[in-house]
């Protein structure tokens, strides 16, 4: 596969969902490979229509088209399985350090079968810093949490033999599903943009254009920062998860996800606003994995272990006691909880 067919692929599916005119592709292969020109691109574009790759159609004005993927044809997956591999390639030739990870990698999980693929998130920004994130998507199976917990084992392992940090979010097909259509900003829409299929792309990519046929997806190009959600945002959606702070006001704000939201409150360990959670886990439903991804990431499963184990006691919930025994997988210690205040405050929240 030529370059420009590689960088033109790889930019449009990172931005899946979007409606990308001429111009913007340009802008955006320019932004990332640093030079790009309205006519080569145009060129190629046409011969990719003509090979059935891409859709490129007049939008509703008729000024400009939009260009997307054309997931009916047969090979399209073929293709963005190949550019994965591309960039895994590109990304290990100049790391030949990593080699053991990924060999061992290979030994270690290649009999799971539940694995469907595994991809690394943001990868270049974070082996800057040291670490590894994943997004392990597993096959639906009735011992679930269990291939969760056993992978979350055989990872923190890998993590201190190679004195690499490493990070996994692991999810279902199910999860996927919900958070890639999800109208609330996640981890998951977030990673598309910045992803490596490193282990099984064509799986991967299969899976998205299930998805994709089924419901829209919107990808987000930049990664959340908890502490750096205002606290007009963060005021809304704690309203909008069941919370409300006596004397404060909101306004509508962007919708994240209830782990980002738990994650952010954490943070900023506010004694306060750390009554919040218990009460928007209790009213709310959540994702275990999700959120055991983001304890790990940003190092408050301490706090949040002891909220849960506190929580499970007044009120019992599959997703508590799930989001438990992975962090339990991790020998995650407890940071205990005041049990008097948190009934207190599910009592005047109605959430017992």
Not at 29 to 51: C, R, V
Not at 95 to 124: Q, V, Y
Not at 200 to 226: D, L
């Amino acid at each position: 596969m030529d370059t420009p067919t590689i960088r033109i692929l790889d930019t449009i599916s990172s931005s899946i969902g979007d409606s990308l005119s001429i111009y913007q592709l340009t802008e955006r292969i320019k932004e990332h490979y640093g030079s790009a020109y309205y006519s080569n691109i145009y060129q190629k574009l046409q011969e990719l229509k003509e090979e059935g790759l891409l859709n490129v159609e007049p939008n509703l004005t008729g000024r400009s088209s939009n260009i997307k993927l054309n997931f009916e044809n047969y090979l399209l997956i073929d293709k963005l399985a190949e550019i994965e591999i591309e960039k895994k390639m590109e990304f290990l030739s100049k790391r030949n350090n990593l080699f053991p990870l990924f060999t061992e990698i290979d030994k270690t999980l290649t009999d799971k079968c539940s694995i469907k693929s595994i991809s690394s998130i943001n990868t270049l920004n974070n082996i800057k810093l040291n670490k590894i994130e994943f997004l392990f998507l597993l096959r639906e199976t009735s011992d679930y949490l269990n291939e969760t917990i056993g992978l979350c084992k055989d990872m923190l392992n890998l993590q201190s033999k190679h004195n690499l940090k490493i990070d996994n979010l692991i999810i279902d097909k199910h999860d996927f599903f919900d958070l890639l259509t999800s109208d609330e900003i996640n981890p998951v829409r977030e990673a598309l943009s910045k992803k490596i299929a490193l282990f099984y792309p064509q799986a991967f990519w299969r899976e998205i254009k299930e998805i994709y046929e089924k419901n829209p997806i919107r990808t987000i190009s930049s990664e959340t920062k908890p502490l750096n959600i205002s606290d007009s945002d963060l005021l809304f959606n704690l309203n909008r998860f069941g919370y409300s702070e006596f004397g404060a006001l909101f306004a509508q704000g962007k919708k994240y996800c209830i782990e980002y939201i738990i994650t952010t409150v954490l943070l900023a360990d506010d004694a306060r606003r750390m009554d919040a959670i218990p009460v928007i886990l209790a009213k709310n439903s959540f994702k275990s994995n999700l959120l055991v991804f983001l304890s790990q990431k940003y190092q408050t499963a301490a706090k949040l272990m002891g909220i849960l184990k506190i929580l499970q006691q007044i009120k019992a919930k599959p997703e508590i006691e799930k989001t438990i025994r992975i962090l339990q997988a991790f020998n995650q210690e407890e940071l205990p909880a005041d049990e008097a205040s948190i009934k207190r405050k599910l009592e005047i929240y109605d959430a017992l």
